[in-house]
């Protein structure tokens, strides 16, 4: 009987939080409109600014790029049956001369504040890995970490400027976190799936993106100005380049990244070499 | 005092404590609870905070860094900070399973409360975070039916991916496991409660499961309560399945008594064992000679022994996370010699100039017990770690692929095989679910009396053991470890024992009788005369 009074107080007291939530977010976020995309890794396009132009980006990849580790799916046989190839880890995506799963902000240059959209973004664990394997986030947005394999994932975030967690998921759920500080990059692990691991950019405004397969990105509705970008890749290290969009204009920009950039590599999650100083990269 | 203040200083030049840093400093000079953290904490933890005092390179787990405010042992959700009851239970409790005692006893609750506040300077998450402890209720009945229930939750839930089909804590997930640092972490054995970093009670179990072990791969099963996949009951009978593996800490008694039997079971499976006493001996890292071993991956072993008038079988359990040599678990024997022998592994020096990860032959599982050559007599007995060139001990060894062996220890590190016909020992092994069972088998006559043992009845004699964990870098001096104990044989009493006194009470009645009678006789006759 307690038991049951307790669980009704705990969806009652769910829904009213739900409810304020939902009211809240929707205050906030009038601008969202245009925001048709906002599950894929690029940040959700920002309220119309005045005269707001674009950067339109490139990163170009030089070299051989490593041959991806293969993941051993055999204790999860139901993962391994979603794949149609055999899976490998997603550390270096590059294909024709073009590098994919870049993260690029704008680190310099912006003045204003900039509500989060009540739109979250989802991750999904599918395969027993995450989809997409790297995203961009607002501070105070959502990201919806989704479970669709039916078995037990757990979703270890593992940032320094903001608070780290670990939920299990031991079944098909979803489960909303938000960031409150900005963070270049959060890494996120699954400890039952050792290769799974994806990275979250995270950044105070709504001007970012992520570069696709063939390594374009945009970010789009940016007010006249100048500004510092910068790009982060997990393997090869952080980019930073100077960019002026012109009012209505469009900037084009490339960044440059080959495969002797590997000494910049972000320290791939666990390995014991400098415990203290491998989410770093993205604050230097 | 200085080096916790430049290393301040330092972060704040990196703009990585902007606004804190000064007040930080200001706060951290003056608090009560510094010089009771640097003299008592410092050692392990570091003046800073950082988790990089001297001695913490000696540690797995490490010391907590407590600079990112991430503590395991909470009574709040996954991602949240402790409150300060939380930090202040593990400051006088401790932190079991791992080298972080408990200081109630030895501070006083004063100090132990500036610690407290102390530690929350080396976190600016402290100064603007909130903090709010869940209301976990209380513990439901334990029954028959909770257990069950419990058991199948243990399965949906899919926690043996980690703790294993027995919990013993060799799930399929094991070997890759690492904490926030990357320092490789071994999921709890749940069949020993007593390790359990957050305790051992229904209770601690139950909020380990609700709010996670943050810092470590237990995630918080919260948002699945909310989600609708286990409910709240379900989370308490996992919990009491839990604690239902276990139990609390074995006593360990310094002598093993070998019962008679009329004969002696050879297989680690014979049902007989199932009656024959078992003793708990607690083995810990060896850490007297080089290169020394701190750790440990097996914390004890059951010991049970029978004779009859012939043999003696000793069988030995005790939990192991894999059958070692086992490939899935090579990177992580690597990774443990890294983060323990940075600088003495094998293949160190390759490791300096390429960053790879030294390479550590394969080793098997392997266990030995060792005995003086002869029975003492009197108190002196040989050393107690493998003996020395003076005074060796007669061992038994079984190692995992190869089987038995006798040797002789001539000091630390220093088993030689026994030469000659040997003494006619056996072994018996099976792998189980993360536990090995090992029957060492042995007339109870030695041949060779010069070097090997015969074991007297009625006598204590002498021993000790020692547990390698191949997959865990453990080979050599690398190992886990006891003091002496002590094996007894017992024997059935023999009948003279019973008649003697009954004889001599028989014997003592009949003079009795005759001195009275006599006595008697004599009286009458002068009273007639």
């Known amino acids: 009987m307690r038991l049951t009074r307790q669980i009704t107080g705990l969806m009652s007291f769910l829904a009213i939080a739900a409810l304020v939530a939902c009211g809240g977010g929707g205050g906030d976020t009038g601008g969202a409109e245009g925001g048709g995309e906002t599950a894929t890794p690029a940040g959700t396009p920002p309220a119309a600014v005045a005269d707001a132009g674009s950067v339109n980006g490139t990163i170009d990849f030089t070299g051989s790029a490593p041959a991806n580790e293969p993941i051993d799916m055999g204790e999860e046989p139901a993962c391994a049956e979603k794949h149609s190839s055999p899976p490998t880890r997603e550390t270096v995506v590059a294909n024709e001369g073009k590098l994919a799963n870049v993260f690029v902000y704008v680190k310099e240059g912006l003045t204003g504040e900039f509500p989060a959209p009540s739109e979250a973004v989802e991750v999904d664990q599918n395969g027993c890995v995450y989809i997409p394997h790297v995203i961009g986030v607002q501070t105070g947005q959502d990201v919806a970490f989704k479970n669709s394999d039916g078995l037990l994932h757990n979703i270890k975030a593992a940032p320094t400027e903001n608070r780290p967690f670990n939920i299990s998921q031991p079944n098909n759920m979803t489960s909303p976190r938000s960031f409150s500080a900005q963070e270049v990059m959060v890494p996120v692990q699954c400890d039952v799936h050792g290769w799974m691991e994806m990275y979250i950019g995270v950044v105070d405004h709504p001007y970012f993106a992520v570069s696709g397969d063939d390594g374009s990105f945009t970010i789009e509705n940016l007010p006249p100005g100048s500004y510092t970008l910068e790009a982060w890749h997990e393997r090869y290290g952080v980019q930073t380049q100077q960019v002026t969009v012109e009012p209505n204009g469009t900037a084009t920009v490339t960044f440059a990244y080959n495969a002797s950039m590997a000494a910049n590599a972000v320290v791939p999650l666990g390995t014991p070499i400098d415990p203290h100083g491998h989410h770093q990269a993205g604050d230097r | ?529």
Request: glycine share 10%; net charge negative.
């Open chain 2, 1 to 529: 005092m200085r080096a916790a203040a430049t290393s301040f200083a330092r972060f704040a030049a990196l703009g990585l404590l902007p606004v804190t840093a000064s007040a930080a400093i200001a706060q951290q000079e003056d608090h009560p609870g510094r010089p009771v953290y640097d003299r008592w904490c410092a050692g392990c933890h570091g003046e800073d905070g950082r988790g990089e005092g001297d001695a913490a390179g000696f540690m797995l787990p490490r010391p907590r860094d407590f600079t990112q405010a991430l503590y395991q042992v909470r009574s709040t959700a996954t991602g949240s900070l402790p409150t300060d009851a939380d930090i202040l239970r593990v400051i006088d409790e401790g932190m079991p399973g791992t080298a972080m005692p408990g200081w109630r006893d030895a501070l006083t609750e004063r100090e132990r409360e500036d610690l407290v506040t102390y530690l929350k300077t080396f976190s600016r998450f402290f100064e603007s975070e909130t903090v709010e402890a869940i209301d976990f209720g209380r513990a439901p009945a334990a029954s028959d039916e909770v257990l069950e229930e419990g058991r199948q939750v243990y399965q949906t839930l899919e926690c043996f991916k980690c703790h294993g089909e027995a919990g013993r804590g060799d799930g399929a997930s094991a070997p890759t496991q690492e904490d926030d640092t990357g320092f490789p972490i071994r999921p709890a054995d749940l069949t020993q409660p007593w390790t359990f970093n957050g305790g051992g009670t229904v209770e601690d179990i139950y909020q380990r499961l609700r709010t996670g072990l943050d810092g470590t791969p237990m995630p918080s099963y919260t948002d699945a309560m909310e989600a609708g996949i286990a409910t709240e009951e379900q989370l308490w009978s996992v919990a009491h399945y839990v604690k239902s593996l276990g139990g609390d800490l074995p006593v360990a008694r310094e002598v093993v008594e070998s019962s008679r039997a009329e004969t002696v079971p050879s297989s680690p499976g014979d049902s007989a064992w199932t009656d024959v006493e078992r003793f708990w001996i607690p083995l810990v890292g060896q850490i007297i000679v080089r290169p020394r071993w701190f750790a440990p991956a097996v914390t004890g072993v059951w010991v049970q022994a029978v004779h009859d008038g012939n043999d003696i079988a000793v069988r030995l359990t005790w939990n192991d996370r894999s059958q070692s040599p086992d490939p899935t678990w090579s990177e992580w024997r690597s990774r443990v010699m890294e983060v323990m022998e940075p600088h003495e592994g094998p293949g160190a020096a390759a490791a300096d100039t390429t960053g790879a990860a030294p390479t550590v032959p394969p080793a098997p599982d392997a266990i030995a017990i060792w005995f003086p050559r002869s029975p003492p007599t009197g108190m002196e007995r040989p050393y107690f770690f493998m003996g020395n060139a003076r005074q060796p001990v007669y061992a038994w060894q079984w190692e995992n692929g190869t089987g038995a062996r006798e040797a002789l220890g001539r000091g630390p590190g220093r088993l030689e095989t026994l030469g000659g016909e040997g003494n006619g020992l056996t072994t018996e092994a099976v792998f189980d679910n993360g536990q090995w069972s090992v029957v060492f088998r042995r007339p109870l006559a030695a041949t060779d009396t010069e070097n090997a043992l015969s074991f007297p009845a009625g006598t204590a004699v002498p021993m000790a053991f020692f547990a390698w964990d191949g997959d865990n870098g453990e080979s050599d001096t690398r190992g886990a470890l006891s003091s002496w104990y002590f094996l007894q044989l017992t024997e059935p009493t023999p009948p003279t024992l019973y008649a003697t006194p009954l004889i001599a009470v028989l014997l003592t009645a009949g003079i009795g009788i005759f001195a009275v009678g006599r006595a008697q006789r004599r009286e009458r006759m002068s009273e007639e005369s």
